[in-house]
């Protein structure tokens, strides 16, 4: 796939991959094998028919290969972008293991975006079911949410705390990696679908979940609040101007529009020097969007070595292309100021890998006597997040230790009605994993409310009439 | 397009005013000591503002608001009654939690006599004695002090220049009522971060327990960013989840102030850069109504 030339792109917060052109996506769809055993599909987080679709583009049929994604897939032009295939789809690909696997990320995005420009959206017959759901919370785990139960045919509200829908797709990840014009648009296809969307609206505080059921009449509710809460390193001079969680640069730059600062009204002074901590895709927006505001030099700190980085290999490898500088094996020590408060630098020490620890990857420690002194003016820490704390003070739902919400294996928490999926649950993961979250957590909402799952494989044989088990026949029928 | 219609303002002076906007579920759920996040337009920043007043029956929470930087200074321009703002979301932060105190002093400063009302009123209704000291630098900066003295059983108005009331800042105040009054339980301070250190520090050898609330910037208001981190005793918690009310006792004043000067150098560019293209646009719309006048 074609992408901006890194040094022109470094400047600038156009989309770095340009997209497919319709003779490269037929020239990537034949490179197909159209396995049998579909190991891609079974490294799909949601099931994706990938086959069937790469099917339709190799036919020239871009419109069936939209209806075959939308199938399963809510947001092909999102997750077509920032899902980690190569752990997924692409990583079970059997051409994979002699050559470059099927580029099915960048597949689904071509069709995802050809939707959007061409206005399809499938909007299914929808039975109307009497339920009313809520969802708390607009980021992926919520859209997924929202979508299933709206094409189940309940009334659904999503609250939003922000201004503006999207969650950590608006507010974290950058334009040059998921532009806002392409969330929008998947907002749109909810909104069509009959989603209503609730913005400046803080659940928990404006009202509880309990509220929800009680009095505003909810009977189900799903909370997908994220994790947000951003750690600091804890070390001297934390507190210092010029310190920031990657998340506050990320908000301030992505949905405030800082970088178009004044026209836009919230600021985002930008060093000439910055060192980004963490190596994690959080780290990697940061620095590549600390690039576009105009730095000199930025720097990425990280206290394990690359083959630790849980970044992406193709963020990481982006960053690399774009300039950044990678320190590995360091770790900051300490920030220090320039006497009024300001950031002027940072003390590292240097780290060797020990021992596995128990994640399994080796365990970093400081080498004694190497530590060591360099400047910076803005120093960003992308060393992870914590749970926000809103839900637990307001609501009695039960938390585990760390201060996630606790579910069960249907996502369902402690409060009758109430599930719970994506980040406050789980901690940091990935969008398309919020997703799936959202998708099973609906399942779960369905199977409570006692709405008959159309999604559900409908076996054929013996005691099936069209594909409908006979004992079911008395079920009201949601055509998806 | 949501609707955050200002159903009435009034002018305390030519810097402080207040604004009264229709939001019925905020003003079922406000509590004392929470505060809300205002955005005037879509180009906005998030500002952070203490909720001053709720009223459950007319559904509208009131704010009172200085106009000190850009946006503020376009709220006093910009917000009539009729308009509405482009975001309001709110109630945030903890509410102060419901005081057992039997003798409380409830001080204001500046525009922390809006914020400071609703908590003195609350603890009033929960039968506590109430002490309000309120300073301003001069007398026609004075608001509320009829509301003041409705609730409070004793009221001790505070004026840098001696034009109304105690000569002195609040501090003076809050000595005086320690001075009559033995049995103190507690002091609630807002104001500004050097005002609430002055409270704290006066306090700080009666053992006196001194809350103060705390609003430094922000841009989500939901814990999210970490921009208001503030240093507590040897932790570091965010005002807006965390707070906003803390002990004052325990508060890095001076980190808080050095933090709240971060964007000192950006909030001036974008005042300048308002009022350059409200030049503008008066030139312009001057430029029209002359070749209006000249076609007729």
Do not use: Q
């Given at each position: 796939m074609r992408e901006q030339d890194p040094a022109v792109r470094a400047r600038n917060f156009d989309e770095v991959a340009c997209g497919y052109h319709p003779d490269d996506a037929m020239r990537e769809s034949e490179r197909c094998l159209f396995c049998p055993d579909q190991p891609c599909v079974s490294g799909c987080p949601v099931g994706i028919n990938i086959p069937g679709f790469i099917r339709k583009i190799n036919e020239k049929d871009l419109r069936g290969a939209y209806d075959i994604l939308t199938e399963t897939s809510l947001l092909p032009a999102i997750c077509g972008r920032v899902c980690p295939q190569e752990n997924q789809c692409e990583g079970q690909c059997t051409v994979g293991q002699t050559l470059e696997p099927v580029a099915i990320g960048r597949l689904e995005r071509f069709v995802g975006d050809t939707a959007i420009r061409e206005g399809w959206a499938n909007i299914p017959y929808i039975e109307p079911t009497p339920f009313k759901v809520g969802i708390v919370g607009s980021g992926p785990a919520g859209m997924a949410c929202a979508a299933d139960m709206a094409k189940a045919g309940c009334d659904v509200t999503v609250y939003e705390a922000f201004h503006q829908a999207g969650g950590v797709l608006k507010y974290g990840i950058p334009d040059f990696r998921l532009p806002n014009a392409v969330i929008d648009a998947e907002i749109n296809t909810l909104k069509k679908l009959g989603v209503k969307f609730e913005c400046n609206t803080l659940v928990g505080r404006l009202f509880t979940l309990e509220q929800m059921i009680t009095e505003m009449g909810y009977d189900a509710v799903f909370v997908g609040v994220g994790a947000g809460y951003p750690t600091m390193l804890g070390i001297p001079g934390d507190s210092l101007n010029g310190v920031l969680s990657a998340n506050e640069l990320l908000t301030r730059c992505n949905l405030m529009r800082a970088k178009e600062f004044p026209s836009f009204d919230t600021p985002q002074p930008i060093g000439k020097r910055v060192a980004v901590v963490g190596a994690g895709n959080t780290a990697m927006d940061a620095?590549?969007?600390?690039?576009?505001?105009?730095?000199?030099?930025?720097?990425?700190?990280?206290?394990?070595?690359?083959?630790?980085?849980?970044?992406?290999?193709?963020?990481?490898?982006?960053?690399?292309?774009?300039?950044?500088?990678?320190?590995?094996?360091?770790?900051?020590?300490?920030?220090?100021?320039?006497?009024?408060?300001?950031?002027m630098g940072m003390r590292c020490v240097r780290m060797e890998l020990g021992e596995p620890d128990a994640s399994g990857r080796r365990r970093p420690v400081p080498v004694p006597g190497s530590e060591f002194d360099f400047e910076c003016d803005l120093i960003v820490y992308a060393i992870g997040t914590n749970a926000n704390p809103i839900m637990g003070q307001t609501s009695g739902l039960r938390l585990n230790k760390w201060g996630y919400i606790d579910t069960d294996e249907n996502l369902a928490t402690s409060l009758a009605g109430v599930f719970a999926g994506g980040d406050i649950v789980t901690g940091a993961a990935t969008v398309i994993e919020a997703m799936g979250a959202g998708r099973r957590a609906a399942a779960s909402m369905k199977t409570y409310l006692g709405i008959r799952d159309s999604n559900r494989p409908y076996r054929t044989g013996g005691d099936t009439l069209f594909g409908i088990d006979t004992s079911e026949r008395n079920f009201a029928r949601i055509r998806a | 397009m949501p609707n955050f219609e200002i159903v009435k303002r009034e002018d305390f002076s030519d810097v402080t005013f207040l604004l009264e906007i229709r939001h019925p579920l905020m003003a079922k759920a406000a509590k004392p000591g929470q505060f809300v996040i205002v955005m005037l337009n879509e180009h906005g920043e998030r500002v952070p503002l203490t909720i001053a007043d709720f009223d459950r029956s007319k559904g509208t929470v009131t704010l009172v608001i200085q106009a000190v930087g850009k946006t503020t200074k376009q709220m006093q321009q910009e917000c009539k009654v009729g308009t509405s703002l482009y975001g309001l979301v709110g109630p945030m932060g903890i509410p102060t939690p419901e005081s057992h105190a039997k003798k409380v002093v409830c001080v204001g400063g500046g525009l922390g006599v809006a914020p400071v009302y609703p908590q003195a009123r609350a603890l009033k209704e929960s039968g506590a004695y109430v002490i309000g000291v309120i300073g301003f630098r001069t007398k026609d900066l004075v608001f509320w002090e009829d509301k003041f003295r409705a609730i409070c059983d004793e009221l001790i108005i505070c004026s840098d220049d001696g034009s109304v009331g105690l000569h002195g800042r609040v501090t003076a105040g809050i000595e005086q009522a320690i001075k009559k009054h033995t049995d103190i339980d507690e002091v609630i301070a807002i104001g500004p971060p050097i005002m609430m250190k002055s409270c704290a520090e006066t306090t700080r050898p009666y053992k006196i327990k001194t809350m103060v609330s705390l609003n430094p910037i922000m841009v989500d208001g939901t814990g999210m960013c970490g921009g208001c981190r503030v240093k507590i005793g040897d932790q570091v918690k965010f005002a807006c989840v965390d707070g906003p009310d803390f002990d004052g006792h325990l508060v890095d004043f001076d980190d808080l102030m050095t933090r709240l000067r971060r964007y000192t150098k950006e909030e001036r560019m974008a005042l300048d850069h308002w009022e350059k293209e409200k030049g503008c646009r008066m030139q312009k719309s001057i430029d029209k109504a002359v070749d209006a006048a000249r076609t007729k």
């Open positions: 620095m590549r969007v600390s690039l576009r505001l105009g730095a000199e030099k930025v720097y990425c700190i990280y206290r394990r070595s690359h083959k630790e980085a849980p970044a992406r290999a193709e963020e990481i490898h982006h960053a690399e292309e774009e300039g950044v500088e990678f320190h590995w094996l360091t770790h900051p020590v300490a920030i220090l100021d320039d006497g009024h408060g300001n950031v | -």
